[in-house]
């Protein structure tokens, strides 16, 4: 269990972040960080992928139930959607790949703006290092409950 709710509160983490910053933004930190060009655009590609995927996923499912497949799928069922899935995914992957040739790419992804460091950033930071400060030297569950229940102590 706690392996799980572990596994729960990283991916809800990880999901977090990429909803605040944005896995553009996220991938030229990353890169800014020194993390290796090749990793950083697997990571952007995985990203708009898991989309592609999905929508192609949206689109047989629509099918399926316009051909009269009412109902949960058998085993087999479930077998021959993932086959085709994965054949349209991959016919799809192909046909992208070379409209990004023929638009140029040569395997480096440009940001669209230079990242630069300003006072919001510094704010940020001091603000959450204060926060992380007096959490650690102040019990703030404890406080929290006093001030909830208006139990003085």
């Given at each position: 269990g706690s392996i799980l709710l572990r596994f729960?509160?990283?991916?809800?983490a990880a999901m977090a972040v990429v909803a605040g910053t944005g896995m553009?933004?996220?991938?030229?930190?990353?890169?800014a960080l020194g993390t290796p060009r090749v990793f950083t655009a697997q990571l952007l590609f995985l990203w708009r992928y898991a989309?592609?995927?999905?929508?192609?996923g949206a689109?047989?499912?629509?099918?399926?139930?316009?051909?009269?497949?009412r109902g949960s799928p058998?085993?087999?069922?479930y077998g021959s959607l993932a086959g085709h899935l994965l054949l349209r995914a991959f016919e799809r992957a192909e046909r992208i790949h070379r409209a990004m040739l023929a638009?140029?790419?040569?395997?480096?992804?440009?940001p669209s703006?230079?990242?630069?460091?300003n006072s919001r950033d510094t704010v940020f930071v001091v603000g959450w290092v204060a926060f992380f400060v007096a959490a650690r030297a102040v019990y703030l569950p404890l406080l929290l409950g006093r001030l909830l229940t208006g139990l003085g102590g």
């Open positions: 729960a509160l990283t991916v809800t553009h933004a996220l991938c030229a930190g990353l890169a989309f592609v995927l999905g929508g192609e689109r047989m499912a629509t099918a399926r139930e316009a051909r009269g497949g058998t085993l087999a069922v638009r140029g790419f040569d395997g480096e992804i440009r703006r230079a990242l630069r460091w």
